[in-house]
């Protein structure tokens, strides 16, 4: 197969690519290496990949209709792995208007050529934030998702809306899948177990906001793969699925086993909670493990080791 995978170079996408070139697919990454954070950091990300035959990086943006159109109409593309967005809630407070330009027309883009060129298959990530502050745990793909709390899930919520236009209008099977807190190697450093690690490893005030009890459920990153090539091999209609861990842990708890495993105390510094934060993600997997075959095999306090263990290995780069 000859997979397109947007935003290829990040955390999940780099990854997924790894984990498709090995099985024998062919894959083209997308990736427009923005300053979100440092694009150095994503090209070592696709160190592994470049050693493989079958791997192509292309250097644009989900954007950019002219790229797109050149790129359908060359390559024959049967699947499209969609993973490029602007991420993270507080960012997309300050600056909403990006965040609904990339996200959402960004993947109209990527239907209209998907439609044009007559592509069977279109994976696109979702996120638990759609669920808002749900009060009923865990949150089960049913549930109505119609209170987003930040413009980041309000675009995450259209993303699905759109693909599902789509599905609609044009037989395009689409599996929308909603990640909880994915971690492991190669996490994006504004991400919270990256980093709290980094702050705590530097002696540094590590921010906590509200009292630290919010609840998150962490997701290992080879767990979400393996949910992922799944659904790519499995893609029939229109689903939405959670990939979670189907655990929770509070925010101070996380910090001690991250404590535990670098041996050192944290420096907290507690502030007031923040607009767009939610109290608890937990994800319902039933539909998931039914569908998918999707079984999370890795608890929170192994695979903090394996993320500690790699920081500590790539700390001087």
């Known amino acids: 197969m000859k997979i397109l995978v947007t935003g290829g170079a990040g955390f999940i996408g780099s990854h997924l690519t790894e984990h498709l070139l090995a099985r024998g697919d062919s894959v083209d990454c997308l ?4 300053d979100y ?11 592994q990949a470049r050693q493989w035959d079958g791997f192509r990086l292309i250097e644009g943006d989900i954007l950019d209709v002219a790229l797109l159109k050149e790129l359908f109409a060359k390559n024959g593309y049967t699947k499209v792995v969609h993973l490029a967005a602007r991420a993270g809630v507080r960012p997309s407070i300050q600056d909403p208007l990006l965040y609904e330009r ?11 050529q998907c439609r044009l060129h007559n592509i069977d298959r279109f994976i696109v990530a979702s996120s638990s934030s759609v669920y808002g502050n749900n009060k009923k745990v865990p949150f089960h793909e049913d549930d109505p998702v119609d209170n987003p709390i930040s413009p980041y899930a309000a675009t995450k919520k259209a993303t699905e809306l759109v693909s599902y236009t789509y599905h609609h209008l044009y037989q395009l099977s689409v599996t929308c899948l909603r990640f909880f807190t994915v971690y492991g190697p190669r996490q994006r450093p504004d991400m919270a177990i990256h980093k709290f690690t980094r702050l705590i490893h530097a002696g540094k005030p590590l921010p906590v906001f509200g009292t630290g009890q919010m609840r998150r459920d962490f997701t290992y990153v080879d767990d979400v793969i393996q949910g992922l090539v799944a659904a790519i091999d499995r893609c029939q ?4 699925y959670n990939l979670g861990e189907s655990q929770t842990i ?3 708890s996380l910090i001690h086993l991250l404590e535990k495993q670098l041996q050192k105390k944290a420096n907290l510094d507690f502030q007031p909670e923040q607009p767009g934060d939610v109290a608890v993600t937990y994800a319902d997997i039933t539909r998931a493990r039914d569908e998918l075959d999707y079984h999370p095999q890795t608890p929170l306090e192994v695979g903090i080791i394996q993320f500690v263990n790699w920081f500590l290995q790539t700390l001087n780069r």
């Open 31 to 34: 990736d427009n290496f923005n």
């Open 37 to 47: 954070y440092e694009p150095r950091i994503k090209r070592l990300n696709l160190e």
């Open 102 to 112: 990339v996200n959402v027309q960004g993947t109209l883009n990527l239907l209209e």
């Open 237 to 240: 209609g229109y689903r939405i």
């Open 250 to 252: 509070d925010l101070l």
